[in-house]
């Protein structure tokens, strides 16, 4: 029978699964290749780790690849609930203390040959890792976005291994009690972002990160609400998000090279920050946290379970409700005829903008074709 072999952590609450052994190859090609074949051939790896019955929406895993790269430790895919990521550091601080918990790692700098380029990652007798992340900076200032409900929104885009739409003071107040208000507020901001066609240079800017005072002003100096691709929130400060921020505040002249930047994330939790200026205007974000390990699994995937390999969710946004359940019919017919014995949902949630929401549930056969 097929198996995974997983260990299990979080930083700063938020979760880590890295997969240490299994039945796959990624032993060559570049790093690029790789995230294409885990992104197809290998998507059900992807989909067993975050997806239920055995994940949830918040999940991030981590495969760990061998590399070419001279003098890296390894190489690494992320992924969330919904695809490969760019980059994510959180997951980066979960690896190293992974492999430490297992003896593959010692005190010292380790480089790690990732999606956007290399990192390297610095693990503490104390158990601190810092991450010295890919080059980061401000795409744009003050972009403005009308969104329903809100009005006019400014931000700043940035890149910090992943693209970020930054806000500062403005939304629902940044508190744990405001989870669903600040859900709701950054889905929109991104929605109204993809409407009106606001991109970093063609790409997606598929993170909103939303600022506001620290709870503890002797703890942190200021506290984030981040939304990630696929509707989770993160339970960390977020490190790519934090590197945005710090590119942000370096440029404009709030933050100089030397200078420490707390970052506490909606739980309180907290990463420090600091920058290097590079000779092209960029800055190298390093940006420092802890992880625990708290458990580790064997997964097993039985031929005859239907979601050996995950439930699917597709999210579909459609202005008028006949149209969603056009689309969940046409999902039902195509998995049927690819004799995959869906189950298919449609909820309807009041918004300015019209949303429906798809649930298919389906076997990884048929999941591994859908649009």
């Not at 059900?44 to 918040?58: M, Q, V």
Request: charged content about 20%; glycine content about 10%.
């Amino acid at each position: 029978m097929q198996t995974l072999e997983i260990v299990e952590s979080h930083t700063g609450g938020e979760p880590t699964r890295v997969v240490i052994d299994g039945s796959f190859d990624l032993s060559t090609g570049s790093m690029a290749e790789k995230v294409l074949r885990v992104q197809g051939e290998f998507d059900w790896i992807r989909r067993s780790i975050c997806h239920e019955p055995r994940g949830h929406d918040a999940m991030v895993g981590a495969i760990i690849t061998p590399t070419d790269t001279p003098d890296c430790l390894c190489g690494v895919i992320f992924f969330n609930n919904v695809s490969t990521l760019h980059m994510c550091i959180h997951g980066t601080i979960g690896l190293i203390t992974t492999l430490r918990h297992l003896g593959r790692v010692s005190v010292g700098e380790h480089r790690i040959d990732t999606a956007v380029g290399i990192i390297t990652a610095t693990l503490h007798e104390d158990g601190l890792v810092d991450v010295a992340n890919v080059p980061s900076y401000l795409h744009a200032a003050a972009v403005e976005v009308k969104v329903p409900g809100y009005g006019k929104i400014h931000g700043d885009i940035a890149w910090g291994g992943n693209w970020f739409f930054l806000i500062d003071g403005q939304g629902p107040e940044v508190c744990f009690a405001n989870l669903d208000a600040l859900t709701d507020f950054s889905k929109r901001v991104r929605k109204a972002l993809q409407l009106a066609g606001i991109t970093a240079d063609g790409m997606e800017i598929d993170h909103v990160e939303v600022f506001g005072p620290p709870g503890d002003a002797s703890k942190a100096d200021s506290r984030n609400f981040v939304l990630c691709p696929g509707n989770a929130y993160d339970r960390s400060p977020c490190g790519t998000g934090t590197s945005a921020k710090l590119a942000c505040l370096h440029a404009s002249g709030k933050i100089m090279p030397g200078q420490r930047w707390r970052q506490a994330g909606i739980l309180d939790t907290v990463f420090t920050g600091a920058l290097e200026e590079l000779p092209d205007g960029k800055i190298l974000p390093r940006v420092s946290g802890r992880a625990w390990v708290n458990g580790k699994s064997t997964y097993y995937f039985d031929p005859s379970d239907p979601f050996l390999h995950g439930l699917l969710w597709t999210y579909c946004e459609w202005g008028k409700s006949e149209e969603g359940k056009r689309l969940a019919g046409y999902f039902e017919l195509w998995a049927s005829y690819w004799r995959a014995a869906p189950v298919v949902q449609w909820i309807e949630r009041p918004s300015p903008i019209g949303q429906i929401q798809v649930r298919f549930l389906s076997r990884a056969r048929c999941a591994t074709i859908l649009p």
